[in-house]
């Protein structure tokens, strides 16, 4: 239910999107002509204008102009607004550029008028959308129904995205814990809370007794919903709380047979990019190694043991980023201004050039575009023994990109940052389709183009 409620919001973020863009143009068109637009002049340039809107979408989502998070953040979203007019302003030359034999106009002065509109009236719609969220009077009231620590930050959060809590019913509670809402320890008054407080939906934070159980199934006339802490949490923050998972989770939420046709159509989307940005790189291959070669000693290429899928092990390549004998003492995690990596590599590393190579491992099928990034297994053997169900991240094809990546820690060095990123991981790979697929390597296309590689 919460999914599908963040996802009409996006949706209605997007409609108000395409809508701008093409009063943006109406306006545009008023400035330039001085006059009423007839209907003429509007048939000459919306179907243009239409095209090149519809490559301007995936850019509003690469830069997160679809999270509602992000958007409430004025610095963040002034920063990303900024962002998003230099890339679609740099994706309009080239398609003007590319149509110029196909269209009769040139539209230099609407385009920017466009462009400037545009970004003024989205900021704007933004602000306003994120304020209405917030309207106390269209806000969703929750309850909780257990306790769990997860339950503080679940609050802000639900808060952010236009849920209220109103209580949590403890039975057990003691003043053990500090809670930001009122405790009730009567469970017998749920049924009156829930229609004096007006609740919608009640978030289950650990396991029903029979009691529990009994007394929810006699109160179903409420017509309230029910969501698992567990879930609630997923959908909030988009990552698994590794703490409230057990194997059963696994068995309830992995369906891996379920699968089969998405994986088939991964691959084949896997082999024809891998193929088509192959042939692109080719072109800048010998470049980049011979700028490799004359800024430090080593070979040109980088080849390493990782993990992949099911435990298999493989040869991932990559262009060397580190001094020659970077590891002569060892395995080590790479680290934030780590001082093995070259003054090249850290620009390849940020912008994921040195990455090209691992094309190969995508094309001879041990690498997935997207999925958990592939680990040395000298690293594994040890986080299994650290962090419960480290393995399970195996169960895919390891990419080049990952839901980990793109809004994980920058680092995984430590076990805080590594047990952080395998809860992305999670969530991938329980969640993972076309569509998260494409998110994903949209959100990467903006990593790359910030240069916040790692």
Do not use: C
């Not at 309850?143 to 209580?167: C, H, N, W």
């Not at 998972?245 to 998405?262: H, M, R, T, V």
């Amino acid at each position: 239910m919460k999914q599908m409620i963040n996802n009409f919001k996006r949706f209605i973020l997007l409609l108000g999107d395409i809508l701008i863009l093409f009063i943006s143009l109406y306006i545009a068109l008023l400035v330039r002509y001085l006059e009423p637009v007839n209907q003429e002049i509007w048939n000459i340039h919306w179907p243009i204008f239409a095209i090149l809107f519809i490559l301007w979408l995936p850019i509003y989502y690469a830069f997160n102009f679809y999270d509602l998070k992000r958007s409430r953040n004025l610095i963040t979203l002034v920063g990303n607004t900024i962002k998003v007019a230099i890339m679609i302003t740099v994706v309009a030359i080239f398609y003007f550029y590319i149509a110029q034999n196909y269209i009769t106009i040139t539209p230099k002065t609407i385009l920017a008028i466009i462009i400037i509109v545009t970004s003024i009236i989205q900021f704007s719609w933004r602000r306003l959308f994120t304020k209405l969220i917030q309207i106390q009077a269209l806000e969703k009231n929750i309850i909780f129904l257990g306790y769990d620590p997860l339950i503080t930050s679940v609050i802000y959060e639900a808060k952010a995205s236009g849920y209220k809590a109103k209580a949590i019913f403890d039975e057990n509670y003691s003043n053990n814990y500090q809670a930001a809402i009122p405790v009730i320890t009567d469970l017998s008054k749920l049924p009156e809370i829930i229609k004096e407080k007006n609740i919608e939906q009640i978030v289950i934070a650990n396991s029903l007794n029979s009691k529990s159980t009994k007394l929810l199934f006699n109160n179903l006339n409420l017509r309230v919903n029910f969501i698992t802490l567990t879930h609630f949490y997923e959908i909030l923050f988009q990552k698994i709380p590794l703490s409230n998972i057990n194997q059963s989770w696994f068995l309830e939420n992995l369906s891996e047979g379920d699968k089969s046709a998405y994986e088939n159509q991964k691959r084949l989307f896997d082999i024809f990019i891998a193929l088509l940005l192959g042939i692109i790189t080719l072109l800048f291959i010998p470049l980049i190694s011979l700028l490799i070669a004359i800024t430090s000693k080593g070979n040109i290429f980088f080849k390493q043991i990782r993990t992949g899928k099911d435990n298999k092990t493989f040869k991932a390549i990559k262009f060397r980023t580190m001094y020659q004998n970077a590891e002569s003492n060892g395995p080590q995690w790479a680290t934030k201004n780590d001082p093995r990596i070259t003054t090249l590599g850290k620009f390849l590393r940020k912008t994921r050039i040195d990455e090209i190579p691992q094309l190969w491992n995508i094309l001879i099928g041990e690498m997935s575009f997207v999925g958990p990034r592939p680990e040395r297994p000298e690293f594994i053997n040890e986080l299994v023994k650290q962090i419960p169900f480290y393995k399970e991240r195996l169960l895919v094809k390891p990419g080049l990109t990952g839901w980990a990546q793109v809004l994980g820690p920058s680092y995984g060095g430590s076990e805080k940052e590594t047990l952080e990123k395998l809860q992305y991981d999670l969530y991938y790979i329980k969640n993972r389709s076309f569509f998260l697929d494409l998110g994903t390597i949209l959100k990467t296309i903006n990593t790359v183009l910030k240069g916040s590689g790692q």
